[in-house]
T-cell receptor
Framework: GESVGLHLPTLSVQEGDNSIINCAYS??????FIWYKQESGKGPQFIID?????DKRQGQRVTVLLNKTVKHLSLQIAATQPGDSAVYFC????????????FGAGTTVTVRA | SAVISQKPSRDICQRGTSLTIQCQVD?????MFWYRQQPGQSLTLIAT?????????ESGFVIDKFPISRPNLTFSTLTVSNMSPEDSSIYLC???????????FGDGTRLSIL
């Protein structure tokens, strides 16, 4: 079946460095992609989204890149801070499926002081 | 964005019993969803809660086990029926204004079944 997955389950980053979290998707019909951050004991928090008619979108300290050719999505976090330590999920949706979200496995990001 | 509140935040239940989880949104959202998240795992969509009509369930989830109500645009309930230890999980409510825009999540209900 179709799935959304992540390349690496964990990422350790030095405070102040940039983080890159990767995500692969297999549903070629997906046209909406979204990144969430989940801290311990909390629900997923929206970070940034991107539609398939774009290949890059920037937010505050975050950038999402979409490569439809290889079905790859990435989240870049600039100047990683201790508060960025969390689990990060990518999710994808498709207009042909009412944009119901399918979530990837998640990457745990740990920021080293 | 919408602010999602869930009650209870956690519960410990006996097997064979049922628990109803409430989800309240601070604004009228078009879409409401219920997800399950096993500890340390990703999120799986249970169903879409439809206002005034039966919920739309995903493969592997059935109404008899997870009855859902949505009487208006700001409130929904999920009942976990006839619970077994396998139902121990985090149950999350999400809401959104349009289908191709972000869903916003509550902090979940942590359910343990003994």
């Amino acid at each position: 079946g179709e799935s959304v997955g992540l390349h690496l389950p964990t990422l350790s980053v030095q405070e102040g460095d940039n983080s890159i979290i990767n995500c692969a998707y297999s549903n070629s019909a997906s046209d909406y992609f979204i990144w969430y951050k989940q801290e311990s004991g909390k629900g997923p928090q929206f970070i940034i989204d991107i539609r398939s008619n774009m290949d890059k979108r920037q937010g505050q300290r975050v950038t999402v890149l979409l490569n439809k050719t290889v079905k790859h999505l990435s989240l870049q976090i600039a100047a990683t801070q201790p508060g960025d330590s969390a689990v990060y999920f990518c999710a994808e949706g498709s207009g042909s499926n009412d944009y119901k979200l399918s979530f990837g496995a998640g990457t745990t990001v740990t920021v080293r002081a | 964005s919408a602010v999602i509140s869930q009650k209870p935040s956690r519960d410990i239940c006996q097997r064979g019993t049922s628990l109803t989880i409430q989800c309240q949104v601070d604004s009228q959202v078009t879409m409401m969803f219920w997800y399950r998240q096993q500890p340390g795992q990703s999120l799986t969509l249970i169903a879409t809660a439809n206002q005034g009509s039966e919920a739309t369930y995903e493969s592997g989830f059935v109404i008899d086990k997870f009855p859902i109500s949505r009487p208006n645009l700001t409130f929904s309930t999920l009942t976990v029926s006839n619970m077994s230890p396998e139902d121990s999980s985090i149950y999350l409510c999400a809401g959104g204004f349009y289908s191709n825009q972000p869903q916003h999540f509550g902090d979940g209900t942590r359910l343990s079944i003994l």
